[in-house]
């Protein structure tokens, strides 16, 4: 199971203009603050303490897996802007009221606790695919504020991707990363849901841990390993937001 840091996401909303001039003193600055805050609340997990009501969950998946199980969360987006570092909450229950799992306490890896970008009228399926401690009868998500930007580049693209047979966790996919944007992406998250008959049958994720600037490297590889049914089956559906918008 992945277990790293836990990043709490800013809940208030910041207004932030790509084509602003910022120095390399401001950036170095902005950065700095943001790593202090990041470090001081590892020690003590996720709080969404109010609820972003232009974020809409349609539907909460569970999958079933062998070593783990996986929660998909379905949201679309109502902002008129896109929405960047958007923190989510989620609560897995069995029988009781209290929940057996959470990607909120402290020591979560930060790719499990955001939704990176979610576009104006966007529906995204954002994937955990690191449940255990049972399987979820019931689950349930919160849905904080991120940041509001004016724009932001293009997401990234996939491509060369193809099923492959993996003899520990069966039928996965792999392909390459190819940045669009000026800005490197550090541990970049490829969404990927297979849907059948208009029901999510599969779903896995995979975190690219550099993807360099557009006309600055190569493209990157990636492999998916799938909860759930075998993915093949259903219709694909891959999401690989941006992460990183500075330089």
Known sequence: MIKKAVILLTLGVLTVSLAAC???QDKSARKA?????????????????KVDSRIKIISITPLRGTDRNAVVVTVKSTAKTPLVDVPIALYSYDKGKKAFYT?????????????????????????????????PRRSTARIGFGKTYKSVPADPTLSKEVFFADPVSGVALRGKATNRSPFEQARLIVFSVSRQGGRIIAAGRSVIEKLP????????????????????????SNFIPLIDLSK
């Open 22 to 24: 910022e120095s390399s």
């Open 33 to 49: 603050a943001l790593a202090a805050k990041q470090l001081k609340i590892q020690e003590k997990g996720m709080v969404i303490a």
């Open 103 to 135: 990607n909120t306490t402290a020591g979560t890896d930060a790719t499990l606790t955001q939704i990176p970008i979610i576009r104006p009228g966007q529906t995204f399926e954002w994937v955990d695919d690191q449940v255990t401690g049972g399987f």
């Open 213 to 236: 600037a557009k006309g600055k490297g190569k493209p990157q590889g990636f492999a998916v390993y799938y909860v759930g049914a075998d993915p093949r089956k259903g219709k694909l």
